[in-house]
């Protein structure tokens, strides 16, 4: 083979994607990484060994094509999210970036727009622009929250063709109450979708998009494993909504395309949900642990409900972000002037970045 010598530019790329560089956050070796919102914790062994079973009898039958409906994994997400829901209201991917490229594919599209709360999860417009629609940002409040009339408001004028509300929030970590979700539906003509990537962080008491439900064909509320069942490299996401939205979704998925092991491991998980989510409390304690030294730094951290805190007053987040990096720590830049993020990882990685973000305050 000869060396390449085209670039991106010598290729027929599509005009709107050119110029756009592929999505990604910093990857490197170093002994804290709290940079992505993952889970930390590792899967505990009992069920790691459980997990292991299951795909073991999934490879023995690996030379067929996985079932294409899923129904063991359908099942299995109905009955952990409970609400009365039914396996023909689930449906699950590659991650919820695949399950939301769904629903962008269905629902979005050329000449189409797609509208979120700005800041928020940074993939909605990529995905948006790849699945060729438009994305169009609304407005927050200063705090980051959104009231549920000047949401409706922004809502009728923008006339997007699909809603994205991020609950709680990424990456700010805020809440975003249910009448806010009410009064977007009442004033969307197309599909809302409320992800909660992260509501297994928030308060017991909480209440989830699945109680709206009921009679609201146009709404879907997304969720992923990655987070709270500790399962980033594992690759599942999935939605509740309508039995007709899930129609939808059936028209651009490809076939087969949640493998067979995949199927197994995640099924396996959701029968030791009470274990995997054992690890919540842990990560919540830690969340609140940094909020509290934050403050006692001089920093001024926000509200969170997610695994993740975002703190402003820093003066030169670059200059931070490296202080932190050369001593061993890997938090996140996501691009709000005078902010950070991090993730909220064990006591031990917690102790780290405190420490480390301690020792640039005090020069050592």
Known sequence: ??????????????????????????QAPLPVALNVNENTHPVPDEVASDILDDIAVALREVNRYPDRE?????????????????????????????????????????????????????????????????????????????????AAAQVEQADPDIVMLCSPNNPTGTPLRLDVVEAVYEAARGIVVVDEAYQEFAPRDASSALTLLDGRPRLAVSRTMSKAFAFAGA???????????????????????????????AVAALRN??????MVDEIVEQRDRITATLEALGYQPHESWSNFVLFGGVADPRATFEALYARGVLIRDVGIPHHLRVTAG???????????????????
């Not at 990685?349 to 005090?362: C, G, K, V, Y």
């Open 1 to 26: 083979m000869g060396s390449v010598t085209a670039s991106l530019g010598d290729l027929p790329l599509r005009d709107d994607l050119r110029g756009l560089t592929p999505y990604g956050a910093p």
């Open 70 to 150: 899923f129904t063991s994994l359908r099942e299995a997400f109905a009955d952990y999210l409970g609400h009365g829901l039914e396996p023909g209201q689930i449906w699950a991917g590659n991650g919820s970036n695949e399950v939301l490229q769904h629903i962008m594919q269905a629902f979005g599209g050329p000449g189409r727009t797609v509208f979120g709360f700005a800041p928020t999860y940074s993939m909605y417009p990529l995905i948006a622009q790849g699945t060729g629609a438009q994305w169009v940002a609304g407005q927050r409040e200063a705090d980051y929250t959104i009231t549920a009339e000047e």
């Open 235 to 265: 690759r599942v996401g999935y939605l509740a909504a309508d039995p007709a939205f899930i129609d939808a979704l059936r028209l651009v998925r490809l076939p087969y395309h949640l493998s067979a092991l995949t199927q197994a491991a």
């Open 346 to 364: 064990t006591e031990a990685e917690t102790t780290a970045f405190l420490d480390a973000l301690a020792s640039i305050d005090s020069g050592a």
């Open 273 to 278: 949900a009470d274990t995997m989510l054992g």
